[in-house]
């Protein structure tokens, strides 16, 4: 059973960072993926980043250049580095992560990621 579980949420003013958390325990799969998400109240699900077990990542555009997302093997944990956060970037964040092999936009598909944190809650205030 692939256990997945977030922190590092928390309340920061426009400019600010926040690290976020994931750790990923509990599985044998050969390759996982891991993927970071976000919800704002009345949106959709929408991806922000993800990273291959090889290191590779991938970013959507309003992250790219502002997140970070990495990786410590033995630790088996998944970082999201947010710098310059904006009150756009208010939403829960939510870790996922999947075995399967993706390409381009599938990174960012929610429904393809079959395990899930219970989210960690970003606010950023102006």
């Known amino acids: 059973q692939v256990r997945v579980v977030e922190s590092g949420g928390g309340s920061v003013q426009s400019g600010g960072s926040l690290r976020l958390s994931c750790d990923v325990s509990?599985?044998?799969?050969?390759?996982?993926?891991v993927g970071w998400f976000r919800q704002a109240p009345g949106k959709e699900r929408e991806g922000v980043a993800a990273?291959?077990?090889?290191?590779?990542?991938f970013y959507t555009d309003s992250a790219e250049g502002r997140f970070t997302i990495s990786q410590d093997n033995v630790k088996n944990t998944v970082y999201l580095q947010m710098n310059s956060l904006k009150p756009d970037d208010t939403a829960m964040y939510y870790c996922?992560?999947?075995?399967?092999?993706?390409?381009?936009?599938?990174?960012?598909?929610?429904?393809?990621?079959?395990?899930w944190g219970q989210g960690t809650q970003v606010a950023v205030s102006t």
């Open positions: 996922a992560a999947d075995p399967a092999h993706f390409l381009g936009d599938q990174y960012f598909d929610s429904t393809l990621f079959g395990f």
């Open positions: 990273i291959e077990d090889d290191g590779r990542t």
């Open positions: 509990g599985h044998t799969y050969n390759h996982l993926v």
